[in-house]
């Protein structure tokens, strides 16, 4: 087992690593910006490196200095959270060539699920189902419309090599194709350095359901059931809760055997998950991110598994501590995301947290590295907690969780909750009758009553 363990992100996964190596007796490392000198993870760590300034791309992007930062403490291991540098395959495989355990998967998987063509090829392959696309990047207007009249519309364009719903435009008829290509390849390239785009079938309703999966390099793969993401705002998730309130059991074991086996194939080692999107009773494989998610809570609290304890024994050479016989999903978990925005405009707050107070009792969780008395950067995601509760089933949950935010106190910035005690309240909701496209229909009914 790994002695001492370098944390290659900052905010709410960086403490959350560093308790799970408390509980397991490593010892921790916090790299941090100038921004972040301050952190609760600067804190709370065994010790502590600056790696750059304020931007990104001059610390926890910087790949040379966060190995110096390893070098410099003589850590064993790194781990990459999640954003960042965490599906990089070079930082991976530079780790390793440095004589560092990288805690994911192999790079190999990292580059093969990173770019979305070939991650659809390969899953196809190993026995996925996929939503009906093309074989390859699209390379033209004409080939594209091509595709479209063949499928029929609509259609979605989607960059190859992105995520988080940039480079992803919706074409509903033929008229509006070529600007929508055009705009899809420029934000391709201005987000990812990568205009590569390919096209799927658009479906009209689809739910927004994912596996995590687990493997170790003994040749064990398991899933842990399924997390249903679908309330987004623009493809960034708001709403998290397992198990989905639409599957049935033997779809449930279905597709989870199904994530497990490619897995398996595959012979991937670590945390992972496979997305799909649902639409009357069939899946169709979304893509895999090779990381731990922002969600991973809510797969805790139904199955009383550390996850991020797994993974750091996973990447030591251990084998997984479980297997699937020994897997049980116990009541109901939901998660929201808890973001320094208005939660009318969804402009970002950022500034002091003049009062703070996070809920307790039974089945609440509260995972944050913020404080009373923090400053809150302006220059990373504006993600600042996430309030997660678990009940005996969806009911006692969602009761459980608006108790749970009248009790939370954020002063000073404005923040998402609000919003979120909102979706509670929707019929929609409590009847889990929604899918990915439902947030943005409520918010632009809830507009156009505001402004009526």
């Not at 190859?160 to 600007?179: Q, T």
């Not at 945390?271 to 649902?278: P, Q, S, V």
């Not at 750091?312 to 939901?334: C, F, M, Q, Y």
């Not at 979706?423 to 009553?449: A, C, P, S, V």
């Amino acid at each position: 087992m790994f002695k001492k363990v370098l944390i290659a992100n900052r905010g709410e996964i960086a403490l959350r690593i560093i308790r799970a190596c408390r509980e397991m007796g490593i010892e921790s490392v916090a790299v941090h910006s100038t921004a972040d000198a301050s952190s609760m993870a600067v804190r709370l760590a065994d010790e502590s490196v600056c790696i750059g300034p304020a931007s990104s791309k001059d610390s926890y992007l910087n790949i040379h200095s966060i190995l110096s930062a390893a070098t410099l403490t003589g850590a064993d291991a790194i781990h990459p959270g999640y954003g960042f540098l965490s599906e990089n395959a070079q930082f991976a495989t530079m780790v390793e060539e440095h004589g560092f355990t990288f805690i994911g998967p192999k790079p190999e998987h990292i580059t093969t699920m990173g770019d979305k063509v070939t991650a659809k090829k390969t899953v196809k392959e190993l026995g996925l189902p996929v939503v009906p696309g093309s074989d390859g990047a699209i390379e033209s207007v004409e080939e594209g419309q091509k595709f479209a009249d063949e499928v029929g519309y609509p259609v979605l364009i989607k960059a190859a090599s992105g995520g988080g719903g940039k480079g992803m435009k919706v074409v509903h008829k033929a008229e509006e194709f070529s600007e929508a290509f055009s705009t899809a390849r420029s934000e391709a390239k201005a987000n990812f350095g990568d205009d590569t785009v390919y096209m799927e079938k658009f479906l009209l309703k689809p739910r927004h359901i994912e596996i995590q999966i687990f493997g170790d390099e003994h040749g064990n793969a398991i899933h842990l059931g399924e997390r249903d993401c679908s309330i987004q705002r623009r493809h960034q998730k708001l709403v998290e809760e397992a198990p989905s309130p639409v599957l049935t059991e033997k779809e449930r074991d279905q597709i989870g055997t199904l994530a497990a086996d490619v897995v398996k194939k595959m012979g991937y080692r670590g945390a992972g998950t496979i997305e799909f999107l649902y639409e009357d009773g069939n899946f169709y494989f979304m893509e895999m991110n090779t990381r731990i998610q922002v969600e991973h809570p809510v797969t805790e609290m139904i199955t009383g598994i550390d996850l991020i304890a797994e993974q750091i024994r996973v990447a030591s050479g251990e084998p997984l501590t479980v297997n699937k016989d020994k897997i049980r999903l116990r009541g109901h978990a939901i998660e929201v995301r808890i973001n320094a925005e208005d939660p009318d405009t969804f402009m970002p707050s950022p500034g002091k947290i003049t009062q703070f107070h996070t809920p307790g009792g039974l089945g609440v969780r509260f995972d944050s590295a913020v404080y009373g008395g923090y400053t809150i950067p302006p220059y990373y995601d504006s993600m600042i907690g996430k309030l997660i509760v678990h009940g005996r089933n969806r009911e006692e949950a969602i009761r459980r969780l608006r108790r749970a935010i009248t009790e939370t106190v954020i002063e000073g910035i404005k923040t998402t909750l609000p919003l979120h005690y909102w979706i509670l309240e929707q019929d929609d909701f409590l009847t889990g009758n929604y899918n990915i496209h439902w947030m943005e229909r409520k918010l632009e009914e809830r507009n156009k009553e505001n402004n009526a």
